[in-house]
């Protein structure tokens, strides 16, 4: 479903994904994970279309996500690291004006709504404004919305950040659901090793930009002569904590950026 | 279609919903029609150029589609920072009609905000003439309101962040108001006041609005029609090109 091919996406001397491959099978659950700044997010903008690599290749359901950017979308659904939803807006017209933006006809869009936002326990709540929804409530919208237009791939970057353990625990319930259900191949990262451990079939690691492991929980595990994924992925990435935010050199630099036109 | 719809329908809903926006955003022409027009409305008169608050209001309605419009092209910024402008942007829609749909949802408000304040200007002593002349009238606010949203819009595909936008404000939105002819006649001025008059696209946008409800004009209703139609284009396809261009 996802085949990426000695993947690079350098910005200006820093090669933020470096030279990696992997696969994905149609139905199955993959996490992708790594610490802060690993290059997980910039791999996801590159196979969802925002980005576009440096080299190598990349293919979603046979396609490439630049020449046949608009193909490419129609098949996946994507829940963004950071909320994405409009705030003044009700749950059911969120859904709406999704189903309008990817070509869901009427009837399936109002049907599929329905059973959505019913399956995500958020029905009672369709025609309320999403601004008074908690963070739990946010994300599951943002999942059912995702999965409207009946994607292929449905991509989660970091969904639990910040839920609390009944929240994430209902959350990954009734993605497993829809991964059963309906086929939908899921590609997920997060920080939260038991999670990736408990729903997804395969795991990649990655660490300044390059994958360092790949394979079952099982296997990282045996790899690496740990008894638990989190001490696979610490002995793997190291102990050391990534600085995401530099010095005040890089933030002038990054003001900088957004006067030359904001490309981060 | 169904896209560009759902689009504008969103940015209607936005602005019927904010009604701190609405009523707030009609404190300054509120302002500036009752403190100027009145404060300035004996001296104008003395000047022998008649009745202040009839030369005054068209330049106050000009001013709240300007600045309605400008700000809503600008708040895409805000979908940036909110995250929506993300879902917009991965979805199987050419960007061009994601930015046909914005515009139009963000002129809409502009021109309804603009009439609310002519309705003003009309109880506080404003009065345009005929039927015909509101109709001309309604032609130029559309003609500002999607205009100026196209430049908001394409200011915001450069900006990614707020702290330019008071740069904007202050740089290009309030002297192009100022210098204008909104608020005072555009007839013997200083050459350098002048020219600048005549390059700000704003002024044809007011000597239009004024024409048709007043018959006071500066420039010839032709011409400001010609210079705003031209530069109305000219902006939509700047903007729709930067717009195209943003990656997040």
Request: with cysteine; charged share 20%; hydrophobic share 45%.
């Amino acid at each position: 479903m996802i085949r990426i091919r000695n993947l690079v996406k350098t910005y200006g001397d820093v090669k933020a994904v470096d030279d990696i491959s992997l696969d994905v099978q149609a139905g199955e659950i993959f996490a992708f994970l790594g610490p802060n700044g690993a290059g997980k997010t910039t791999t996801i903008k590159m196979l969802t279309t925002l980005l576009s690599p440096t080299s190598g290749s990349i293919e979603i359901d046979g396609l490439d996500p630049i020449a046949r950017a608009t193909d490419v979308r129609r098949r996946f659904g994507i829940v963004f690291q950071d909320p994405s939803l409009d705030q003044e807006l009700t749950a059911a017209e969120n859904m709406e004006l999704h189903g309008v933006l990817y070509g869901v006809g009427r009837a399936v869009r109002h049907e599929r709504t329905e059973q959505l936002l019913k399956l995500f326990e958020l029905w009672d709540r369709r025609n309320a404004p999403v601004k008074d929804f908690s963070g739990g409530m946010k994300r599951r919208l943002e999942i059912a919305r995702g999965l409207l237009h009946t994607p292929k791939i449905l991509f989660l970057d970091e969904p639990t950040l910040g839920l609390d353990p009944q929240t994430r625990n209902q959350l990954w319930t009734q993605v497993k659901y829809l991964n059963d259900e309906e086929r939908v191949t899921v590609f997920l990262t997060t920080h939260y090793m038991e999670e990736a451990e408990r729903v997804a079939q395969r795991i990649a690691i990655i660490d300044h930009g390059k994958i360092v492991a790949q394979g079952t929980a099982a296997e990282l595990k045996q790899q690496t002569g740990t008894d638990s994924l989190e001490q696979a992925f610490l002995k793997l990435t190291g102990t050391s904590i990534r600085a995401e935010q530099g010095t005040s050199a890089d933030q002038m630099r990054a003001m900088a950026a957004m006067f030359r036109g904001g490309r981060r | 279609m169904n896209v560009v719809y759902v689009l504008w329908l969103r940015q209607l809903k936005r602005y019927f919903r904010s009604r701190a926006r609405i009523v707030g955003s009609l404190g300054q022409p509120l302002l500036f029609l009752v403190s100027l027009g009145f404060g300035f409305g004996p001296v104008f008169r003395q000047a022998g150029q008649g009745n202040y608050i009839q030369f005054l209001a068209p330049g106050v309605i000009a001013m709240t589609v300007l600045f309605s419009a400008i700000f809503n092209g600008i708040e895409l910024i805000w979908d940036r920072q909110f995250g929506f402008l993300k879902e917009t942007l991965v979805a199987p829609v050419p960007r061009l009609t994601i930015m046909i749909g914005r515009t139009l949802g963000g002129a809409t408000t502009a021109v309804l905000q603009g009439l609310v304040v002519a309705l003003i200007c009309m109880l506080v002593g404003f009065r345009p003439g005929g039927v015909a002349g509101f109709l001309g009238g309604l032609l130029f606010m559309v003609l500002i309101a999607v205009m100026f949203t196209a430049l908001g819009t394409a200011i915001a595909s450069v900006l990614s962040d707020f702290q330019g936008f008071q740069m904007v404000m202050n740089f290009l939105v309030m002297p192009m108001f100022f210098l204008s002819g909104a608020l005072f006649p555009l007839t013997g001025l200083p050459r350098a006041l002048d020219l600048i008059a005549r390059v700000d696209p704003l002024s044809y946008g007011v000597d239009g609005l004024r024409t048709s409800l007043t018959g006071l004009s500066h420039f010839g209703a032709g011409t400001d029609l010609a210079v705003l139609s031209v530069l109305t284009v000219v902006l939509l396809l700047t903007g729709s090109r930067l717009f195209s261009k943003i990656q997040i």
